[in-house]
């Protein structure tokens, strides 16, 4: 099992540009969360996709954006970068449902650098 | 969901038990307290979880009070290879509660 895989492993754009970030689910999970990480801070929620739709996002802006296909595999997309998205950018992903937490799990994630 | 509040670091030396300890003053009853240790450039690593009173795992303890407002993290007998940055987010549970909510964390710093 490759666990939770995230491509391209480094990116680097210029502000005003457009990003696309993917990631592959572990075996068997059918959830897939983003979280964005700054330099220094904890990770932030993003969104989470379940059935290929939108369940929950966080405090970010519409600039951000994302799909979950049928396999579960996910994209993130980020439109019109500011200097303020280079960050580094996780996936994790789970089980949906049940009564108790569902171990997230995280890929090793994207660095993302905005000139 | 609320966030958490950690020590920023921690020193200890090899073979010691060291306890991380978070607040979670704002919990909700649904909340569950879970623990992750990341190395740099790496993704958050599961470490433990529980709701309540202790739970005990191959690599770590979790001891939580009965007013879960805080709890902590025993890593025994620690090696060169903990010094990481330790969180200890809330999530809740199944379904579309299930994300996670972090502090800023707890660099621990082991040394020889």
């Known amino acids: 099992d490759a666990g939770v895989t995230q491509s391209p492993t480094h990116l680097i754009k210029t502000r005003g540009q457009q990003v696309t970030l993917r990631c592959s689910p572990k075996s068997g999970h059918d959830t897939v969360s983003w979280y964005q990480q700054a330099l220094g801070q904890g990770p932030q929620f993003i969104f989470q996709y379940y059935e290929e739709e939108e369940r929950q996002r966080g405090n970010f802006p519409d600039r951000f954006s994302g799909h979950q296909f049928p396999n579960y595999s996910s994209e993130l997309n980020v439109n019109a970068l500011l200097l303020g998205d280079s960050a580094l950018y996780l996936c994790?992903?789970?089980?949906w449902g049940g009564g108790s937490y569902n171990e997230q799990f995280f890929g090793p994630g994207t660095r993302l650098t905005v000139l | 969901l609320a966030k958490t509040t950690q020590p920023i670091s921690m020193d200890s030396y090899e073979g010691q038990e060291v306890n991380i300890t978070c607040s979670h003053n704002n919990i909700a009853t649904n909340d569950y307290i879970t623990w992750y240790q990341q190395f740099p450039s790496q993704g958050p690593r599961f470490i433990i979880q529980?709701?309540?009173t202790k739970v005990t795992n191959e690599v770590a303890s979790l001891f939580i009070p009965a007013d879960r407002k805080s709890s902590t993290l025993s890593l025994p007998r620690v090696s060169l290879s903990d010094t990481a940055v330790y969180y200890c987010p809330l999530s809740g549970g199944g379904g579309a509660t299930n994300k996670l909510i972090f502090g800023t964390g707890t660099l621990l710093a082991v040394q020889p």
């Open positions: 994790a992903s789970s089980r």
């Open positions: 529980g709701y309540k």
